[in-house]
């Protein structure tokens, strides 16, 4: 791997440590607050929001502006909600403005590996760094979950600036504070990503020919016989993956009786899985064999449904690991398939766009119907049910719909799985 790719790396661990670690300080934020269950499961759609409204413009903004620079200005836009928390805008509020600097900074994060490398490395490259962002995923919901504990946030809150009354009184607020401390270390990686060689691309004048832009982008995806097969996949593991965030909370409350400490480290249990499974998948899935993982998408909805007959831990903890691998193993190749494909197609920042919108929006379709099943009064076992087998059915229909490509379609995606395989450059 070329040596930028290691500042990449870097860069992207703070900042995603940050971002699930504020999560669970959020959550805890809006607990002590007396807030109703339903706004703690709205965190998720809200971060997804600026997702799905800005995805015409980050991507474009990602291809016109070095992609370091991008990751930088979505790092303060981060800290920028980190500090409306902390100033008594509704978490909901800041968290989405949190969520407006992630939608701008996951197009210049995934961009510049197809700029970085050759497609070759694309799985390999997709496969650490996607092990990577779940390893801090895992240290960010336990150290998020630790921070909020007796100990570390009596030290946190003993820690005061000479004259100057912060108003940092609670607990979930000594955590916020700190994450605008990873902000900056990630920020500070940001400034050494280099500058690569693709042309930088001009962003259009006005807001309808980006949005026109966007939507041929997107039409374009769609209608391609191996990228509407990835698409399709990431769309609907990211929507279900992400409001899962959430779920488990919810189960292990219901299920194991556990608080947000104990809850986050459950969350971190399921990425170690996906950790796993994202350096395997690395390791063993060549770019031109993606498609063969779809089989695992099915699999991966029916494991859910097991989780509402286990109510120990013993038992909790392995199957979470499993359920996190095989999500892993199945999403790396996917993510590099879609990747590949969008840079031939229409470029880094605009394909990255165009699956960002999908999957965020998916999540915060998703994210609506959980935050509406608390509403009413759903438990966690019936939400677990209703997501489990709507993965499965789903994922089912993608791969009855990928047999038809390559019945319909062989010629052309022999063509296209050939590019794949061959291009080294």
């Not at 982008?217 to 399709?232: A, H, Y």
């Amino acid at each position: 791997m070329k040596k930028g790719f290691y500042t990449i790396m870097s860069a992207q661990f703070f900042s995603s440590l940050a971002d699930n670690a504020l999560f669970v300080a959020a959550v805890e934020m809006l607990r002590t607050n007396g807030s109703a269950e339903w706004q703690r499961a709205a965190l998720v759609p809200m971060f997804a929001l600026f997702y799905v409204v800005l995805a015409p413009f980050v991507g474009a903004f990602a291809d016109a502006v070095p992609k370091g620079k991008v990751m930088f200005i979505s790092n303060t836009i981060k800290v920028v909600g980190c500090l409306s928390m902390l100033l008594g805008v509704h978490p909901l509020i800041a968290y989405a403005i949190v969520g407006l600097g992630a939608a701008a900074y996951s197009p210049a994060k995934y961009g510049i590996l197809t700029e970085l490398l050759p497609p070759s490395q694309l799985v390999k490259a997709n496969g650490w760094i996607e092990g990577l962002t779940i390893a801090s995923i895992i240290l960010g919901a336990v150290f998020g979950g630790q921070l909020l504990g007796d100990r570390a946030s009596a030290v946190l809150l003993s820690v005061d600036m000479p004259f100057i009354d912060t108003g940092i009184d609670t607990a979930p607020e000594a955590a916020i504070a700190f994450m605008v401390v990873l902000y900056f270390i990630a920020a500070l990686f940001n400034l050494r990503i280099p500058r690569t060689d693709s042309p930088l691309q001009p962003i259009a004048h006005n807001a309808v020919d980006l949005v026109r832009e966007f939507a041929s982008c997107n039409s374009r995806l769609w209608n391609d016989k191996l990228g509407q097969i990835s698409l399709g996949m990431t769309t609907l593991f990211w929507g279900v993956s992400g409001n899962m965030r959430y779920i488990v909370f919810a189960w292990a409350a219901a299920a194991l009786g556990y608080g947000t400490t104990q809850a986050s480290a459950l969350a971190g249990v399921v990425a170690i899985g996906t950790a796993v499974g994202a350096v395997v998948a690395s390791m063993t899935v060549r770019l031109d064999r993606a498609t063969d993982v779809i089989p695992l998408g099915i699999a991966m909805g029916l494991l859910m449904l097991v989780l509402n007959f286990i109510h120990e831990l013993w038992l909790a903890v392995p199957f979470l690991i499993l359920l996190g691998g095989v999500g892993g193993y199945l999403v790396v190749p996917m993510n590099a398939l879609l990747q590949h494909r969008g840079h031939n197609l229409m470029g880094a920042g605009r394909s990255i766009a165009v699956q960002n919108f999908n999957e965020q929006a998916c999540i915060l379709g998703l994210g609506a119907l959980y935050t509406m099943l608390t509403r009413f009064g759903t438990s966690a076992f019936g939400s677990i049910t209703i997501f489990g087998l709507l993965i499965a059915a789903t994922m089912w229909v993608i791969g009855r719909w990928h047999k038809h490509n390559l019945r319909d379609h062989r010629e052309e995606l022999d063509r296209l799985l050939s590019i794949a395989r061959s291009d080294k450059h």
